[in-house]
């Protein structure tokens, strides 16, 4: 719920007319929770044996996160000048 939150406020803020480095903000917060919900099943993946995974889940998680924040501001921005 947090990320969906996040998102349709990067979404307004663009609306808004807020500066381009509001996506980079909502991509990091984005990321964050990711990876905040990775630590809390990180110890069953560390039973099953697959520990190496959590090792680039940051980065994939950052590379989405930051994706989906510029997504949501070209949005918000798009629907301003419509």
Same mark, same amino acid.
């Given at each position: 719920?947090? *990320?969906?939150? /996040?998102?349709?406020?990067? /979404?307004?803020?663009?609306?808004?007319?807020?500066?381009?480095?509001?996506?980079?903000?909502?991509?990091?917060?984005?990321?964050? &929770?990711?990876?905040?919900?990775?630590? +809390? /099943?990180?110890? +069953? &993946?560390?039973?099953?044996?697959?520990?190496?995974?959590? *090792? /680039?889940?940051?980065?994939?998680?950052?590379?989405?996160?930051?994706? *989906?924040?510029?997504?949501?501001? *070209?949005?918000?921005?798009?629907? +301003?000048?419509?």
């Amino acid at each position: 719920m947090l *990320a969906y939150l /996040t998102i349709l406020t990067t /979404t307004l803020s663009a609306l808004a007319g807020a500066p381009w480095w509001a996506a980079i903000a909502c991509g990091c917060l984005l990321a964050l &929770i990711s990876i905040a919900e990775q630590q +809390r /099943t990180g110890g +069953r &993946i560390a039973v099953v044996g697959q520990s190496g995974v959590l *090792a /680039t889940a940051g980065l994939a998680s950052l590379a989405n996160g930051l994706a *989906a924040g510029g997504a949501a501001y *070209a949005g918000g921005w798009l629907l +301003r000048f419509m």
